[in-house]
T-cell receptor
Framework: GNSVTQMEGPVTLSEEAFLTINCTYTATGYPSLFWYVQYPGEGLQLLLKATKADDKGSNKGFEATYRKETTSFHLEKGSVQVSDSAVYFCALSPKYAGNKLTFGGGTRVLVKP | NAGVTQTPKFQVLKTGQSMTLQCAQDMNHNSMYWYRQDPGMGLRLIYYSASEGTTDKGEVPNGYNVSRLNKREFSLRLESAAPSQTSVYFC???????????FGQGTRLTVV
């Protein structure tokens, strides 16, 4: 079956530090890949996505590249802010059987001033 | 822009009580989903509806039922609540395969 594995948190950083959250997946074929962000007390919001190998998704200074050879979709940001404190979820959607997202366990990120 | 609207936002139930979580979307999406979120376990799919008139089980359907009332609305029912169903429930919708899902604000349910 499909699965997503992401690094456990919490990840605690200082402002302006570099952030990387690892995500690897197992799926049949070539799924679409997503990063969602959940701010405290809110629902999930799409942060970025990539639909095919070597695609790079980017948004709000975050980037992730779809690596077919390593089945990975690591999230990076060069300089984090306190407002980036949130829980980040990696997810995949297979290209068949509807858009059933499979989520990783989430990584809590805390950015300190 | 309302997007996906869930009601209620908070609920406390006693073991054995029943309740229905409501979800409505105004984006004319075909597919709708119910997830539960538990600490350290990410989001797990309870039920989904690929299109109006169809529903299917997800990863953790036991203890739940759903109804796709029309294209806009997708409800989740707990017939006899158990403490193990204490969780945060999210409804989501999407247009079609490979498009992103849009989430509601969640319902925090506590079963005592």
């Amino acid at each position: 079956g499909n699965s997503v594995t992401q690094m456990e948190g919490p990840v605690t950083l200082s402002e302006e530090a570099f952030l990387t959250i690892n995500c690897t997946y197992t799926a049949t074929g070539y799924p679409s890949l997503f990063w969602y962000v959940q701010y405290p007390g809110e629902g999930l919001q799409l942060l970025l996505k990539a639909t095919k190998a070597d695609d790079k998704g980017s948004n709000k200074g975050f980037e992730a590249t779809y690596r077919k050879e390593t089945t990975s979709f690591h999230l990076e940001k060069g300089s984090v802010q306190v407002s980036d404190s949130a829980v980040y979820f990696c997810a995949l959607s297979p290209k068949y059987a509807g858009n059933k997202l499979t989520f990783g366990g989430g990584t809590r990120v805390l950015v300190k001033p | 822009n309302a997007g996906v609207t869930q009601t209620p936002k908070f609920q406390v139930l006693k073991t054995g009580q029943s309740m229905t979580l409501q979800c409505a979307q105004d984006m004319n999406h075909n597919s709708m989903y119910w997830y539960r979120q538990d600490p350290g376990m990410g989001l797990r799919l309870i039920y989904y509806s690929a299109s109006e008139g169809t529903t299917d089980k997800g990863e953790v359907p036991n203890g739940y039922n759903v109804s796709r009332l029309n294209k806009r609305e997708f409800s989740l029912r707990l017939e006899s609540a158990a403490p193990s169903q204490t969780s945060v429930y999210f409804c989501a919708s999407s247009e079609k395969t490979n498009t992103e899902a849009f989430f509601g604000q969640g319902t925090r349910l506590t079963v005592v």
